[in-house]
């Protein structure tokens, strides 16, 4: 059973927006930390935003540029990808874990299946 469904990747130019979506089922949207990571060729996954509850947080490297944010109505989160610069290339993933702790280590009980950005300058 597919728990969380991602969307919203693409191809933009330097400068760019893009808006990823990831939709949970409702029992996760409303009792898991939710964030979002990104994984580059070669590296291991590294986290960029997370939202648990009322409280969000965007990683250093992306701060002012990223937002995250949650539709409760859709059982939704978005990722707002503003001013992107083709160092943000890459597969971006949802993820889910009913221990905040446990999402900002990496080690989420769920994963999305990924969606590629990709910036070209």
């Known amino acids: 059973q597919v728990q969380l469904v991602e969307s919203g990747g693409g191809s933009v130019q330097a400068g760019g927006s893009l808006r990823l979506s990831c939709e949970a089922s409702?029992?996760?949207?409303?009792?898991?930390?939710m964030g979002w990571f990104r994984q580059t060729p070669g590296n291991k996954r590294e986290g960029v935003a997370s939202?648990?509850?009322?409280?969000?947080d965007v990683d250093a490297p992306w701060k002012g540029r990223f937002t995250i944010a949650r539709d409760s109505a859709k059982n939704t989160m978005y990722l707002h990808m503003n001013s992107l610069k083709p160092e943000d290339t890459a597969m971006y993933y949802c993820a889910a874990a009913k221990i905040w702790a446990n999402l900002a280590i990496g080690r989420p009980d769920y994963w999305g299946q990924g969606t590629q950005v990709t910036v070209s300058s």
């Open positions: 939202v648990d509850g009322a409280s969000a």
């Open positions: 409702a029992d996760i949207f409303m009792n898991y930390a």
